[in-house]
């Protein structure tokens, strides 16, 4: 499901407290996190795009990169984050006019 969040307010209440919710709140609004070094418990599969800029603390999550954000061939990757980080959501930024996509 695209989200998109100009304000907190615009946040769904199932992603409250969640690290989808510290996810925006770092990269749309900027906010510094609570806990420096804390991680958001977040995969973030995005394309290899260098148009692509992510907007987060050192640390804060597992950024994965692939030629148009596909879940195909992730496999290990997305398992390894998992399991060694207690990763707990995986989201998916893509952009448009992505001509990656069809790699």
């Known amino acids: 499901m695209p989200l998109r969040a100009a304000n907190k307010n615009d946040i769904p209440e199932e992603y409250r407290g969640t690290a989808v919710e510290k ?3 770092h990269h749309n609004f900027g906010h510094e996190p609570d806990n420096p070094g804390d991680t ?4 973030i599969l995005t394309c ?3 148009r692509v800029t992510l907007k987060l ?3 804060f999550a597992f950024v994965l990169r ?12 997305l ?8 990763v707990e ?10 001509n990656m996509a069809g790699v």
């Open 23 to 25: 996810l925006l709140c």
């Open 40 to 43: 958001a418990g977040i995969a």
């Open 57 to 59: 603390p050192d640390g």
């Open 48 to 50: 290899i795009d260098p």
């Open 89 to 98: 959501a995986v989201a998916v930024i893509g952009h448009g006019g992505c």
């Open 66 to 77: 692939n030629a148009g954000a596909k879940t195909c061939g992730m496999e290990f990757a």
């Open 79 to 86: 398992s390894f984050a998992v399991a060694v980080s207690r």
